[in-house]
């Protein structure tokens, strides 16, 4: 004889199973971020990296300080970038692991201006790790938010750019996102990040630094031959 407790029992045995299935099948489906990681490729200069955060579950967040205070031509608005006492830029690489096609990871640059100057524009260009090609637009989704107002595809290549100024002891927040599995093909991989930051006027001093060095290096040079 079936007692009303053990119908019960049994309508629960066939609903809750289906109810949970349905229950299941609207639920979001997390997507597995990958794991990102800068490293600076000059530590011997004044500009650093402060400290990386990558709790969030697909941003990686870039604690970045610029202190040097020396200065190159820059094709880009007839400005001057802001570079090491090596003439080089705030370049970095990017290392990533276990991406998947169609996952979006955001960068988010958090930059202290602790130059002697205000910057009139900033740049973020996107190479491969040798430093030797800049990457193509049409190969990479990319977004751009935060100061980025626009993206240069100058030559078919990738150059955020944020007109502007960006004040001494400012920090701005710069943010681009990336299908990173899209830009090498592969789950792992590198790309190479440069940073640049524009002057319209260098200080006289450090343009003088380059000048002397360059002279000095020509006068060691005469004397050895």
């Known amino acids: 004889m079936t007692t009303l407790s053990s119908l019960h029992k049994g309508i629960g045995r066939a609903i809750f199973p289906g ?6 099948s609207f639920a979001p489906t997390v997507q597995a971020s990958p794991t990102i990681v800068i490293a600076d490729l000059d530590n011997a200069d004044a500009n650093t990296i402060t ?4 709790s969030l579950l697909t941003t990686l967040v870039v604690g970045e300080d610029y202190r040097e205070n020396y200065y190159k ?4 608005h007839g400005g001057y970038a802001v570079v090491n006492g090596s003439g080089q830029y705030f370049d970095k690489i990017l290392t990533y692991t ?3 096609s169609g996952v979006t990871s ?3 640059f958090l930059v202290t201006n602790n130059t002697p100057s205000s910057w009139s524009d900033y740049h973020i260009e996107l190479w491969d790790s040798g430093f030797s090609t800049k990457l193509a637009s049409s190969v990479i989704p990319l977004t751009a938010n935060d100061q980025f107002i626009s993206s240069q595809n100058v030559d078919g290549v990738v150059s955020f750019w944020a007109p502007g ?4 002891m400012e920090t701005g927040s710069y943010s681009i996102a ?3 599995y899209a830009i090498n093909g592969a789950a792992d991989g590198s790309i190479g990040i ?4 524009t002057v319209p006027e260098p200080g006289t001093f450090a343009l003088l630094s380059f000048g002397l060095a360059g002279l000095l290096g020509y006068r060691r040079s005469k004397a050895v031959a």
């Not at 109810?19 to 299941?24: I, Q």
């Open 106 to 108: 955001t960068l988010q």
């Open 178 to 180: 990336a299908d990173l």
């Open 194 to 197: 440069r940073q640049v930051a």
């Open 51 to 54: 400290y990386q955060d990558n």
């Open 73 to 76: 031509p820059y094709p880009s």
């Open 98 to 100: 276990g991406a998947a």
């Open 165 to 168: 100024s960006h004040d001494v």
């Open 19 to 24: 109810l949970f299935g349905l229950l299941l």
